[in-house]
């Protein structure tokens, strides 16, 4: 069964930047598209981004297009997510997730991380 586990989140201030990292067990790196989601107290869940299992293919959410950044170390079975220009808006839990391409963007992913909290004060 795969896991993957968060890492990477704390306060930081607008502005600023921070980089989330998510470890994958249980399953090559490369068997499966990997996305980040966010949810804010009160929000529903919300797709940020997705890469394709080979990494030719990157879709990213409006919101955080041009802030956000998501890449993969295959070797290290490594997901990451580099936030820029951070904003209080941008406070939330963040998580990753694996599975079919679209099925991330969707949010029905077969695998989800505990969540990681990013707080970003003004």
């Known amino acids: 069964q795969v896991q993957l586990v968060e890492s990477g989140g704390g306060l930081v201030q607008a502005g600023g930047s921070r980089r989330l990292t998510c470890a994958v067990s249980?399953?090559?790196?490369?068997?499966?598209?990997m996305g980040w989601f966010r949810q804010a107290p009160g929000k529903e869940r919300e797709f940020l981004t997705v890469?394709?299992?080979?990494?030719?293919?990157?879709d990213y959410a409006d919101s955080v297009k041009g802030r956000f950044t998501i890449s993969r170390d295959d070797a290290k079975n490594t997901v990451f997510l580099q936030m820029d220009s951070l904003g209080p808006e941008d406070t939330a839990v963040y998580y990753c997730?694996?599975?079919?391409?679209?099925?991330?963007?969707?949010?029905?992913?077969?695998?989800w991380g505990q969540g990681t909290q990013v707080t970003v004060s003004s």
């Open positions: 997730a694996a599975g079919n391409y679209y099925s991330v963007i969707d949010g029905e992913s077969d695998s």
């Open positions: 890469v394709s299992r080979t990494g030719s293919k990157i």
């Open positions: 249980g399953r090559t790196l490369r068997s499966s598209a």
